[in-house]
């Protein structure tokens, strides 16, 4: 089974309530979604977030540990849109080359390196990645990031 990296927007609010009363992270996500946009860069997360140094995947961010299968990051409107900009400095060719310098073998290398060195779509899963965290910084929305 793979495991998926799922985005997903909420207001400023939302995300402030989801802070305070963790349950409602599996209820507006899985149960009654409430949330305004979703996405996922299926299994190119890892590579992503080690080629990116971790731009775009909110490490700092406060994490629920009993939420949503394998816990859930919150990303307030001020880390997305902070995310956003880091984004917008990376183009494809410095995803590709840092994708291509990842490390092979070992405890540390990332999960399905070896698929997606191999397959430029991973261009595609760095756009959506990129474009859903410009779209939610520029409508000043927060986000719950998860991996199921």
């Not at 299968?69 to 956003?84: I, Q």
């Not at 290398?109 to 595609?124: G, K, M």
């Amino acid at each position: 089974m793979s495991m998926n990296y799922f985005m997903c927007t909420f207001t400023a609010d939302q995300i402030e309530a989801m802070m305070d009363e963790p349950l409602l992270l599996d209820r507006w996500v899985l149960q009654e979604p409430a949330y305004g946009e979703k996405t996922d860069i299926e299994t190119a997360w890892d590579v992503l977030r080690q080629a990116l140094v971790d731009v775009g995947f909110g490490d700092a961010a406060p994490f629920v540990d009993d939420a949503l299968f394998n816990g859930a990051s919150l990303l307030n409107p001020d880390v997305v849109k902070a995310e956003a900009e880091d984004l917008a400095g990376w183009t494809e060719d410095d995803v590709m080359a840092a994708i291509m310098n990842l490390p092979a073998g070992g405890e540390d290398e990332a999960y399905h390196l070896d698929v997606w060195q191999e397959d430029e779509s991973v261009l595609d899963h760095f756009n959506t990645l990129k474009e859903f965290f410009a779209r939610a910084a520029a409508a000043g929305q927060g986000m719950v990031c998860y991996i199921a």
